[in-house]
């Protein structure tokens, strides 16, 4: 783990371990300089470690997402294994939504399946408002957490109402969010009510979050990409400002990420980001172009260029790192989850590569 040696802290006599708020990760978000460019990776828990196969053998995703012991030692394999800047909370996008009562699960290969996908207001009703009570195992996974890990932050993490809706509406994984469109398109009156009430159950769901200590919350819109920028900001957008914005006062960084957002980006960070992710296909230096100077840029390494040799992930980093410094503040990143067949390996040297290319004296 990192040592923070900032010059802030020292000048507030403050311990120089200063908590996770001093963090390089925190301190990035903040747009505040730091010793190194921070770095995580989405998806960095997961099956892409052969010590979270083993543990999650013969035990559901759900059900492991609400075992907070479970919970707690999967979100930490990678911090001790590869030295990552954060943790990101072990869960999925649809905790929360299951947690207010839709009838789903997530199969092995396939991903989230919902028994009655929403077709009318009666099904949109039917999805309750959550309080801590409904989701008490995520409380406290956070809280174990919290404790493990020291100086180290964690980040927090919701499923935004447009990649929430496509999965209830399209009742699983889609390619082109066809359902999904045609519901808000031809009936946008009931296309507001499921956002909005979508919105309600994930801001409570980060509120959980925070109260239990997170450091940052990262806001998914995975799909969000799927749709045009007028059409994002029509009916998209007052939703996800409506979470961001409910969060504007709980004192941590918010994250907003989706995939091929090249045409939302600004957008995404009009709705209430401190900090926005970018995918792959879009250069740091012209996302920091339409995104604007106050906002900090988190990815953006393709996952696929993590399969190719040593010397092809050295030449990306690098460029990345290069084209992050465009940006007023830079959390590396890949432009979206880690890949399955990813070598570990290779994850745990790009973090040491990330760290010795941006090392930096601070005053
Ligand atoms: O790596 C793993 O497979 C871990 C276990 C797992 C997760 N979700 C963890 C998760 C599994 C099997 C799922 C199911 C799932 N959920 C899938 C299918 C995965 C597959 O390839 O079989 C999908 C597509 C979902 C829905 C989902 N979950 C989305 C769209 C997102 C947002 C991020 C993204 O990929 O766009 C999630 C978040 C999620 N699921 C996280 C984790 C650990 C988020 C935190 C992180 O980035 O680490």
């Excluded at 905790?95 to 997530?106: K, N, Q, R, T, W």
């Excluded at 919902?114 to 009703?125: I, K, L, Y």
């Excluded at 907003?256 to 992710?277: C, I, K, P, R, S």
Aim: net charge negative.
């Amino acid at each position: 783990m990192t040592t923070d040696t900032t010059g802030t802290a020292a000048r507030d006599g403050q311990p120089r371990h200063g908590g996770p708020a001093h963090s390089p990760f925190v301190r990035a978000c903040r747009r505040e300089p730091g010793p190194h460019t921070p770095v995580w990776f989405m998806r960095q828990a997961g099956r892409s470690l052969p010590e979270y196969r083993e543990i999650r053998a013969n035990v559901p995703m759900l059900e492991s997402c609400r075992r907070p012991e479970l919970v707690t030692e999967i979100t930490l394999q990678p911090v001790r294994r590869h030295g990552v800047d954060a943790a990101i909370l072990f869960s999925d996008i649809v905790v929360p939504v299951a947690a207010a009562g839709v009838d789903l699960d997530i199969v092995p290969g396939t991903g989230p399946v919902v028994a009655e996908p929403v077709r009318t207001a009666a099904d949109v009703d039917r999805i309750r408002p959550i309080t801590r009570d409904d989701v008490s195992y995520v409380d406290e996974a956070v809280r174990l957490l919290v404790a493990e890990l020291g100086d180290t932050p964690l980040i927090g993490f919701a499923g935004a109402p447009f990649t929430l809706a496509s999965y209830l509406v399209e009742g699983g994984p889609s390619r082109t969010h066809a359902k999904t469109k045609a519901l808000m398109y031809g009936d946008p009156d009931l296309w507001h009510a499921l956002c909005a009430r979508l919105a309600e159950v994930t801001l409570s769901f980060l509120r959980v979050q925070v109260d239990a200590g997170v450091s940052a919350v990262q806001l998914f819109d995975s799909w969000a990409g799927a749709l045009s920028e007028a059409d994002y900001r029509r009916y998209v957008m007052p939703h996800s400002v409506r979470v961001l914005g409910g969060l504007a006062d709980a004192g941590v960084p918010r994250i907003h990420f989706g995939v091929g957002t090249a045409e939302l980006l600004g957008a995404m960070g009009e709705a209430g980001a401190d900090v926005v992710g970018v995918d792959w296909r879009t250069p740091l230096d012209v996302a920091t172009r339409r995104i604007g100077p106050d906002k900090a840029v988190q990815g953006n390494l393709d996952p696929c260029v993590l399969l190719a040799p040593w010397p092809v992930v050295e030449a990306e980093v690098r460029r990345i790192l290069d084209q992050g410094r465009a940006a007023p503040g830079h959390v590396f990143n890949l432009g979206h989850g880690v890949l399955p067949e990813t070598d570990p390996d290779v994850l745990t040297r790009v973090v040491a590569l990330v760290h010795e290319l941006s090392a930096r004296p601070v005053e």
